[in-house]
């Protein structure tokens, strides 16, 4: 498959929990440097198919190309091989370890290797995570403190942090600031403009439609497992939107690609 500025693509992807259909023949297109949205109701699918382009899980059946290439992603390691970083409402941060080591978490530092035994580079990842946390804007008074004793927010932050540190080609973030107060949450929002700048392609899962028109170019919906329509942020309205999502067309909408 030739590139054409296509990031990631995936074609008929489908993935079932027994005889639960959670998705079924998604066909998703992600272009170089492009900020997109994925909103739906409760169960729609949004986050069985962040799962499924992460490596978490193993789809069902269809494919996803990556670059150009299809790509089979066994684990999350695989995606961040490809340099695809993601950023999920669990979080997976180690409760008891402190900020650098978090962000480094499975790709630390060493001075050397010694038969089994590594010898880590706490200074540098010190400085790192500093340089990391400043890229990002965010503040944290002391990074030696273990993160179990961080505040939801400040711990969102983090994890938002290593991902944008580490993310070269693809950021996806689902749900980044449901859980976050007004002020964490512009934090959240001025990060994602930043990787807006860099050219880091961005899929965001998102209830919040005003941090959607604020922050993508595209919103694709999800419905009941399949995607129901794409619409471009600057030719739509939030009618439209809820329209696609709920599946009652409250009017005529001529720029919704439904699909
Ligand atoms: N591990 C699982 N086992 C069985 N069913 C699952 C599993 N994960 C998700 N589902 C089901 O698949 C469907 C889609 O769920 P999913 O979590 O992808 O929806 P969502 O759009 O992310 O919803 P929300 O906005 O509530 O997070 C739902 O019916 C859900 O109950």
Redesign the pocket.
């Known amino acids: 498959m030739a590139n054409d500025g296509i990031v990631l693509k995936t074609e008929g992807l489908t ?1 079932y ?2 005889g ?4 079924e023949d998604a066909d998703f297109t992600l272009h170089e440097g492009e900020h997109v949205a ?1 909103v ?12 499924q382009i992460t490596g978490v ?1 193993q789809p069902t059946a269809g494919k996803i190309f990556f670059g150009g290439k299809e790509v089979a992603f066994n684990s999350p390691i695989d995606a961040r091989d490809f340099g695809i970083e993601a950023v999920f ?1 669990n979080l997976a941060l180690a409760d008891d370890l402190d900020v650098p080591s978090n962000i480094f978490l499975g790709r630390e530092e060493t001075y050397f290797n010694l038969g089994p035994f590594s010898f880590l580079n706490e200074k540098k990842m010190y400085k790192n995570s500093m340089e990391a946390l400043e890229r990002t804007g965010v503040k944290i008074p002391n990074l030696r403190n273990s993160i179990a004793n961080m505040s939801g927010g400040q711990r969102q932050c983090v994890a938002i942090s290593r991902a944008a540190s580490f993310a070269s080609k693809l950021i996806i973030m ?2 980044p600031t449901a859980a976050l107060g007004v002020q964490e949450t512009t934090q959240v929002e001025n990060i994602i403009r930043g990787l807006k700048k860099q050219g880091i392609p961005l899929i965001l ?1 998102s ?1 919040n439609l005003r941090q959607v028109f604020n922050l993508v170019d595209k919103i694709w919906v ?1 419905r009941r ?1 399949r995607i129901a329509g794409m619409l471009e942020a600057d030719k739509t309205d939030g009618n439209e939107v809820v329209s696609l999502i709920t599946g009652v067309k409250t009017g005529v909408h001529e720029n919704a690609s439904y699909i």
């Open positions: 993935k929990y027994g639960v259909h959670a998705l994925i739906g109701d409760n169960g729609a699918g949004k986050s069985t198919f962040v799962r899980e409402q689902d749900e899962v209830h999800f497992g």
